[in-house]
C-alpha cells in the first residue's frame, strides 16, 4: 500500500493566489483529516470527512480556507486568497473509523 | 475537555543513554493514548498506542509507553537511544475508540548526542 499520498511535497506561492492541496486517502479508509502544523499552534486539526461528509469544519480558520471530499479517494484543500500567515505544513490523515490513523507526509506552503 | 501537555519541548541524550518523553493528559471519558513520531521533511508515523488493553504498551523501535491513569500520564520511554531517534514525538489523546478528534501535544525535540 503507498500510503497518504499527498501532493505537492512542497509549494511556494504569492499572497493573493489561490492554493490548493491535494490527498489521496489509504484505499479502503472512510474517515479523512487535514491537519495544520505550525511553530506557534504546533498540529491543529483543520476538518474531519467521513464517508466523504464533512462533519467538522469548526478548526477551519477563516472563509479563505475550504475542503471538499468529491469521492472516497481524493480530497482538496483550497485557501483563496493566501496570505503570509498560512505558511505550515498541511497534513492529511486516513482510517477506519476507530481504528488508527496514518498520516501523509504533508505539504509545506509558503506563501510570499 | 481533552487536553494533553508534553512537558519538555527539547530532549537531549546521549546515544546508548536511556530516553523519557514525557506526557501529561487530560480527559472526561477513557482515553486512547498515542505515540507518533515526525523526522525531518516526513510524516508522522505511529509508534505505539494505548486503548483500555495492557497498561504497559510496547511500540517500533525498541519504544514503549505506560499508561498510569492515576498520574494521568503516559510517558514514552527507549533504554538505549540511537542516533536514528533523532526527530519530535507527538504525544496525542483520543476520547475513546471510536471518536475522530486527536489532540496533540506541542511536540518534544529530541537530540541524540554521539
Known amino acids: 500500500d503507498a500510503g497518504v499520498i499527498q501532493s505537492p511535497r512542497h509549494e511556494v506561492t504569492e499572497m493573493g493566489q489561490e492554493v490548493t492541496l491535494r490527498c489521496k486517502p489509504i484505499?479502503?479508509?472512510?474517515?479523512l483529516f487535514w491537519y495544520r502544523q505550525t511553530m506557534m499552534r504546533g498540529l491543529e486539526l483543520l476538518i474531519y470527512f467521513n464517508n466523504n461528509v464533512p462533519i467538522d469544519d469548526s478548526g477551519m480558520p477563516e472563509d479563505r480556507f475550504s475542503a471538499k471530499m468529491p469521492n472516497a479517494s481524493f480530497s482538496t484543500l483550497k485557501i483563496q486568497p493566501s496570505e503570509p500567515r498560512d505558511s505550515a505544513v498541511y497534513f492529511c490523515a486516513s482510517r477506519i473509523t476507530g481504528a488508527k490513523a496514518f498520516f501523509g507526509q504533508g505539504t509545506r506552503l509558503t506563501v510570499v | 475537555a481533552q487536553s494533553v501537555t508534553q512537558l519538555d519541548s527539547h530532549v537531549s541524550v546521549s546515544e546508548g543513554t536511556p530516553v523519557l518523553l514525557r506526557c501529561n493528559y487530560s480527559s472526561s471519558y477513557s482515553p486512547s493514548l498515542f505515540w507518533y513520531v515526525q523526522h525531518p521533511n516526513k510524516g508522522l508515523q505511529l509508534l505505539l498506542k494505548y486503548t483500555s488493553a495492557a497498561t504497559l504498551v510496547k511500540g517500533i523501535n525498541g519504544f514503549e509507553a505506560e499508561f498510569k491513569k492515576s498520574e494521568t500520564s503516559f510517558h514514552l520511554t527507549k533504554p538505549s537511544a540511537h542516533m536514528s531517534d533523532a526527530a519530535e514525538y507527538f504525544c496525542?489523546?483520543?476520547?475513546?475508540?471510536?471518536?475522530?478528534?486527536?489532540?496533540f501535544g506541542t511536540g518534544t525535540r529530541l537530540k541524540v548526542l554521539a
Open positions: 484505499s479502503g479508509h472512510n474517515s
Open positions: 496525542v489523546v483520543s476520547e475513546g475508540v471510536g471518536t475522530y478528534k486527536y489532540i
